[in-house]
């Protein structure tokens, strides 16, 4: 097991009840879906990051417990900056990254829901940084599907033939997310901000505003808008993107 993220039975092992961390402005209704969801759980204080110490409610049991009052509030102020994004831009586009297989049904369906683009795959270097040659690279893809349904790979040889659809299978697992991204996305939002760190690098050079879920092991320095929760859990990510969908004032696409 990777020694960075919580074993479930010693999760379960913390005993956690009650309004954790909650302020007295944070609904309670929404209190009780983040404590269901399991969004508190932090990683082992060994791995503690210095950064995450002001989001840290707690400990029990070697395991950090996450303020969910500050996550409520972190979550709220970053889905305002989305919506004044929204409001300024009505064709404002996120680009959304989560690989890990808990995350990707979730970045899916929030994707889908606003037709954003989204990373679920291997995060490719130069996505943002060398946006010219990855679309470059996207177009030749698109150029190849084309080709392929119109009948015009079919002068090739059946080996030749067989090669042009593995490279259209590869680059399809690869472009397939991003594949409608024709310019650079307003703003980029991460579920587990350790995980995709080279996204997080290249969306800070080119001062693309970040949003991102990060974990009580992750440095949050240079994130514009980090919210403190469980990155890893599929029920924490799932009820997270479940609540951006609610939440965002961007019209959803049919």
Do not use: C
Not at 8 to 31: C, F, N, R, T, W
Not at 138 to 163: D, H, P, Q
């Amino acid at each position: 097991m990777n020694d960075t993220i919580i074993d479930h039975k010693e999760a379960e092992e913390a005993e956690v009840s009650g309004p954790i961390g909650a302020e007295a402005s944070v609904d309670p209704e929404m209190l009780q879906e983040m404590v269901k969801a399991g969004v508190f759980y932090g990683r082992k204080k060994s791995k503690t990051n210095p950064r995450m110490k002001p989001y840290i409610f707690t400990a029990r049991n070697a395991m950090e417990i996450i303020d969910l009052g500050l996550t409520a509030e972190t979550l709220q102020r970053a889905t305002k900056f989305l919506n004044e994004l929204f409001a300024a831009k009505p064709q404002a586009r996120i680009l959304i990254v989560g690989t890990e297989p808990g995350a990707r049904e979730a970045v899916h369906t929030l994707a889908a829901a606003f037709k954003f683009p989204y990373v679920v795959g291997r995060w490719i270097g130069g996505t943002l940084t060398n946006f010219k040659t990855i679309t470059d690279r996207i177009n030749y893809f698109k150029s190849l599907k084309a080709n392929k349904a119109s009948g015009g790979l079919e002068k090739y040889t059946k080996k030749e033939r067989l090669m042009f659809d593995r490279q259209i299978e590869r680059m399809d697992r690869i472009f397939s997310g991003i594949e409608s991204m024709t310019e650079l996305p307003q703003a980029l939002l991460v579920f587990n901000a350790k995980l995709h760190d080279a996204a997080v690098r290249e969306a800070r050079l080119l001062k693309i505003p970040i949003v991102a879920v990060v974990n009580t092991d992750t440095n949050p320095q240079g994130i514009e808008f980090p919210i403190p929760a469980n990155d890893s859990a599929k029920t924490s990510i799932a009820w997270i993107a479940s609540y951006f969908e609610k939440n965002m004032g961007k019209e959803k696409m049919a």
